[in-house]
């Protein structure tokens, strides 16, 4: 139902609160009240601004009403620390519930396991009751307030989220903000001929105004789903459809749609999601002649939707899924104005992007340049750092910085894909295309961490070759050193520390049988994982390097994000350009990372004047009057 049909709702629902609810939503109001009356109005105009703002408030009020003490001591523990998400402590595991441990009770019985690599932050990918059959791994939502019943119920998440609390560790969950599936009960309607419904979703009577869009619009998936619409024949319309045809474009020019969706994002904060990924995000504004991604309007919403949670959810925060050119990406995480508030944390797709670059090339200065290049975040915010996740890699190097290191952009991608697909001669890479798009000859690439970084290949068959295999876990643990010490959130992608190769056999479920990206969504083998604790098995191999990182950065304070990271010229820490270097903070912390074949010797004097020490590192690595020797694929922490 509309708010501007039940107006009055709003004194209801503060009438409704108790003196200590009352306090809370008025402390709330005078912290975020304005930030959210100025984004409504920039979105909606100053006409409409008001009713929807009441809305979003009476959201607030019932969910501040309802939020149970030990949330309220989250939210109380946060606002006396509102940087908690900076600090060294912050460690994510991101899996599947269901491939990680069966259900959500499943997962509460592995808590242990996720205490022993050190992780603060659990996001359990899309669990909230999806269509049947196809469902782009749970991104296609059919009931926003209920769970997928094969993990469980909405008691069972509350339940998970106390317990993963109880032992410091937040939960993450997805909010798919920017599409349902076409069985979502609103799009039901919709189709059902409810006109209040329809206006949920951007309908076209025919292929006129889709042709029009299209003419400044990207394909997603251009393999399954070309274009970005789906004619429907039941309404007699063409719906838009960025993704898959299942999956309905939301129309937030109906503030409905923003008071139903944050509304959904409230009910989740009330179970104990601490930390919102909110997928898709920038496809949230469409303006003809446009991309259609990145509109200012998609900020304000976010902005509108982060100001609602400060005040019903204040321990919240926000994690942006905008995986665009890092300019673009950047504005996700707000102005740095503290009244002003947008994304708290956001993917670093570039970083992810530049380390396999790196790998494949054996050379830091493109990563070097990109990142250097990237505009400074907000320090209040912070990036995720990832070297693997559920989704294709997606070869983000822009032409202007290829042409930086003297290269060419479009042939550096597709030898990207080459490389990773095992096409190029000589490569450890096991992968497969994604997404292969004759137009634009675009592709992308699946395959697990290991599998991507020679583990795989090092295994394989006959060729099994020990020291194949000892590099290739060289490069993996380097890898993973640079996301948990570059500045950010670290993610580990489930099986990574355990070095999980692709799992082959991901076509035999039908339902996403032409969905390669499921190579790298296998099954968590415990069998395998039980092999941890043996220093001589791959998983001890693995797992021991990851928990000593972990340990590390927990020691290390200058791995605290509230310090800046300085990225230095590959050229000057070695002519090759090979070492990647950089500086946290007033620099008592360096790294180097070696990604060339080769021995490298770092002289010290070249990169930073302190009297550093060896920190954490791979084998092998040594520190003699002041000069590094890095083996190959080895990295370096060092501290003064
Ligand atoms: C996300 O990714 C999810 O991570 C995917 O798993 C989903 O399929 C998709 O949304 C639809 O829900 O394009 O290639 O800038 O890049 O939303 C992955 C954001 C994607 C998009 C991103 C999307």
Redesign the pocket.
Known sequence: MSGRQIAGALDVAVASLDDAARTRYDAGVADAGDDLREAIALVYGDAAAPGVVDELLALAALTLAERKPALQAVDARRAGDPQWFQHTRMIGYVAYADRFAGDLNGVGRHIDYLAELGVSYLHLMPLLQPRDGEN??G?AVADYAAVDPRLGTMDDLASLADELRAKDISLCVDL?VNHTAREHGWAQKAMAGDEHYRRFYFTFPDHTGPAEYERTLRE?FPEWAPGNFSWVPTMDAWVWTT?NTF?WDLDYSNPDVLVAMTSALLHLANQGVEIFRL??V?FMWKELGTSCENLPQAHQLLRAMRAVARIAAPGVIFKA????APDDLVQYLGTGDPSRRECDIAYNNQLMVMLWSSIATRDARLMATSLARMTPKPDTTSWVTYVRC???I?WAVSDVDAAAVGWNGPAHRSFLSDFYSGAFAGSFGRGELFQVNPATNDSRISGSAASLIGIEAALDGDAADPVALARAIDRLVTAYAVAFSLGGIPLVYMGDEIGLRNDRAFADDLTHANDNRWLHRPAMDWVAAARRSDPGSLEGRLFGRFRSLAASRHRLAPLDDSTPTYVIDPEVVDPSGAVFCYRRGGSGFLALCNFAAEERVVDLRAVGERPFTLDEHTDGVTLDSGQVTLPPSAFAWLVD
Not at 321 to 324: K, L, N, R, Y
């Open positions: 782009d791994g991104y798919v997603v993704f999956q997928d898709a920038p899924e905008a995986i665009v559920h989704d294709d997606g």
